[in-house]
């Protein structure tokens, strides 16, 4: 018989898995839903030492209490923040655990505390802060009523559920998010599954572009012992579909799931769509300057500033600037006149938005300094993830500033993100006065969570009257550039190239 052990995010307790545990018991299988110290129906409030040692004690009293013969089909669930304790109990006790399954949760490592893990990046800083060190004893406070959100999507929580998990929530000790994670690798071998909710931002296809983009710790995820499934919810599976996900968690129990493979070529690093001859390029600082040959005429020329997504590693390499893709672009607008910029910022976590806008705002200063650019005529690019640094641009548009372009952009924060202040949110800056006009190019074939916020982005444009010029490729993906060679593909980033000119020369 398999066993669950279900354990909950931050703030619940194991009542968060009664439908859930239902289901998986009607199925044959035993489940075990887990109230943690301090939380609601746990028996044990919390104390001045109650940390995450004491949430890992809380999942190894359950495994030594299953009896053989279940011992060997023990399966560990932690949602959000209850993948800690999940993992550390695996790696106390392996033999007994048959499989751990990250349900909308991250990838802890030994070390971090599960605060590093945390959505919500205002949480991170405070309980962080230098000046406020944490105190185990001091509890992190429920979120407000309609903040639960900073933990992960509620969408498809029905009203009565999501009014539960405000009236039934109890305070975080501090302790459980701030204590570091120990964790000798004794669990390293044991199969896992993922369980990601593309209603929050996750999804099956961004995790294969990120394990692609050499993230040293994803790499381990092309194992064929790990399997992964999506649902098409929020963070909050067991509330907004408890049969989905009792069924998915049945199935990862039998080892079944998708599996990542790992490619040779990876979709970024293959050939640009376009043939475009080779130009002159100078590398300065985080810039990369693309420059026209002489027979384009003197004087200075106007320049488009190119801003790639991510997050990207620190160490991935080639980095982006050398990606072709961008090195084509690159090429493109010096091949019809302009000067192309590569900016090389540092987005590699979710975190680093702030230190990647202020490397653009760097770039853009001295590419405006060099007296071959027309300071006066300047556009900005943006791609993917990159798409959110657009909005300090938008909300505060340079006269300079002659157009903002961006191909497959992500024009709000995922809900899993964590950036829940004003800043980065482009479909509020777009109704800021005098803002440049813009010229997006949208992919038909886009993933649901990164397309909803293009939709979002034109609706609030659409409202604020803004200059936006939408330019369709039905049968695009995200990254087409290098991916699709067809004529409709090479058509659509040549009009969009040439319509970003025109802005420039207008």
Not at 193 to 214: R, Y
Request: hydrophobic share 45%.
């Amino acid at each position: 018989m398999t066993v669950f052990v279900l354990v909950p995010e931050a703030h619940t307790g194991g009542w968060v898995w009664e439908d859930v545990a239902g289901r998986l018991r009607e199925s044959g299988a035993a489940a075990h839903p887990l109230s943690l110290t301090g939380m609601a129906g746990s028996g044990r409030p919390a104390g001045p030492g109650t940390d995450l040692e004491t949430h890992v004690d809380d999942v190894l009293r359950v495994i030594d209490g299953i009896g053989s013969p279940d011992a060997a089909d023990v399966v560990l669930v932690g949602h959000g923040y209850g993948i800690h304790p999940v993992v550390a109990a695996a790696d106390r006790r392996p033999g007994r655990v048959a499989r751990v399954v990250h349900l909308d949760a991250g990838m802890p490592r030994d070390g971090d505390p599960p605060l590093a893990l945390v959505p919500d990046q205002e949480l991170r800083a405070r309980l962080s802060a230098p000046a406020a060190p944490c105190d185990d004893a001091r509890p992190v406070t429920l979120p407000a009523p309609k903040a639960w959100e900073h933990w992960g999507s509620t969408a498809g929580v029905p009203a009565a559920a999501l009014a539960r998990l405000a009236a039934d929530a109890a305070p975080q000790p501090a302790g459980t998010l701030t204590r570091p994670l120990r964790l000798s690798g004794a669990a390293a071998a044991l199969p896992t599954t993922g369980v990601l909710c593309a209603g929050n931002g996750s999804s099956i296809a961004m995790v294969e572009a990120l394990v692609a983009l050499g993230h040293p710790e994803l790499q381990g995820l092309t194992d064929p012992r790990v399997t992964f499934f999506e649902l098409a919810t929020g963070h909050w599976p067991m509330l907004s579909a408890p049969g989905e996900l009792a069924g998915v968690l049945l199935k990862a129990a039998a080892g079944d799931g998708h599996r990542i493979t790992a490619t040779e070529q990876p979709a970024h690093l293959r050939p640009f769509l376009l043939d475009v001859p080779e130009c002159p390029r100078e590398r300065r600082e985080r810039t990369d300057l693309y420059l026209p040959e002489p027979d384009h005429g003197g004087g200075p020329r106007p320049a488009v500033v190119f801003v790639h997504g991510g997050p990207v590693p620190a160490g991935a390499r080639p980095a982006p600037r050398d990606w072709p893709g961008f090195v084509g672009y690159g090429r493109l607008a010096a091949a019809l006149g302009a000067i192309g910029v590569m900016v090389d910022h540092r987005l590699h976590g979710l975190g680093d938005f702030p230190r990647a806008a202020g490397d653009l705002a760097e770039a853009v200063e001295l590419v405006r300094a060099d007296p071959r650019v027309d300071a006066d005529r300047v556009a900005l690019w943006f791609f993917s993830a990159g798409g959110l640094l657009s909005a300090d641009w938008m909300a505060a548009p340079p006269r300079w500033l002659r157009c903002v372009a961006a191909t497959y952009p992500v024009l709000a924060p995922l809900p899993n993100w964590g950036l829940t202040g004003p800043r980065f949110r482009p479909a509020a800056a777009v109704r800021a006065v005098g803002a440049p006009p813009i010229v997006l190019t949208r992919v038909g074939r886009e993933r649901a969570e990164v397309a909803a916020t293009v939709e979002e982005f034109l609706s609030a444009a659409k409202d604020a009257g803004a200059d936006v010029e939408v330019l369709d490729l039905p049968d695009g993906t995200h990254g087409f550039e290098t991916t699709d060679h067809g004529e409709a593909a090479r058509g659509a980033v040549e009009r969009a190239m040439r319509t970003v000119l025109e802005h420039l020369r207008g």
